[in-house]
């Protein structure tokens, strides 16, 4: 039996070292039913990253191209980069039933809202402590010196736009943070509104069409 749903699209947000890297890719990985969204940047891909999975690595002139095209469905620009989320992939997983995760800043969260609202759910992930997000952007070692610094000065104005988010989730143990997560999605995902097949369901059950 399977209740058609409209998609929704999960927006995790968090000053760098928060953990939202590594709580998305547990979701993904445990959660059949959501698909990541893939963005573009102008950023030089770190040690390790996968073009197509990553993110897409483009010039300034490509980036500009598809902005002008209107392909884009929010871009931003975050650390002296250009960042953007393509509609297209989007829209075919919402209308395959399927949701989507998006890991974009505040910037892109408030186009995201402004343009579909309704099908938007925005979690903000923050880190226990000071130190605790320091430790965390040294270990990851990819990073100068000079760009874990220039993030600890970003992430107090990144945390600032907490307030405008739907859910908080203070990460202290990841696994913790993860369920908390999946609760919220659950949660959404049962909200009647997007269970746009429900009232065909109600009424087989009650025997009226
Ligand atoms: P990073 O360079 O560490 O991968 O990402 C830096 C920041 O850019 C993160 O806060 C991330 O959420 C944000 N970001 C990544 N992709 C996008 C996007 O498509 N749009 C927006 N607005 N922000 C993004």
């Known amino acids: 039996m399977s209740i058609q749903r409209r998609g929704l699209m999960l927006v995790l947000s968090s000053p760098s070292g928060a953990g939202k890297t ?18 573009v940047t102008t950023r ?4 390790g990253e996968v073009e197509g999975k990553d993110y897409y690595f483009v010039d300034h002139a490509r980036f500009d191209r598809m902005v002008e095209e209107g ?8 650390f002296g980069n ?13 209308e395959a039933g399927r949701d989507v995760l998006f890991d974009i800043d505040w910037q892109g969260t408030q186009q995201l809202s402004g343009k579909a609202r309704t099908d938007v759910v925005r979690i903000f992930i923050l880190p226990p402590s000071t130190e605790e997000l320091e430790k ?9 010196d000079e760009v874990v610094a220039a993030r600890m000065a970003k992430a107090s104005e990144e945390m600032s736009h907490w307030a405008e988010y739907d859910y908080v ?3 202290v143990d990841v696994e913790e943070s993860l369920a908390k997560v999946k609760a919220i999605l659950a949660a959404e995902r049962a909200r009647r509104e997007r ?15």
């Open 169 to 171: 989730v203070v990460n």
């Open 136 to 144: 965390r952007l040294r270990t990851r070692a990819q990073d100068s």
């Open 82 to 94: 250009m960042y953007g989320t393509p509609s297209q992939p989007v829209f075919a997983a919402l």
């Open 195 to 209: 269970q746009v097949g429900m009232a065909e369901f109600v009424n087989r059950l009650r025997g009226v069409d």
């Open 22 to 39: 590594t709580i998305s890719r547990l979701l993904l990985d445990q959660d059949p039913d959501i698909t990541m969204s893939v963005s």
């Open 44 to 47: 030089p891909p770190r040690p």
């Open 71 to 78: 392909a884009l469905l929010e871009h931003a620009r975050v």
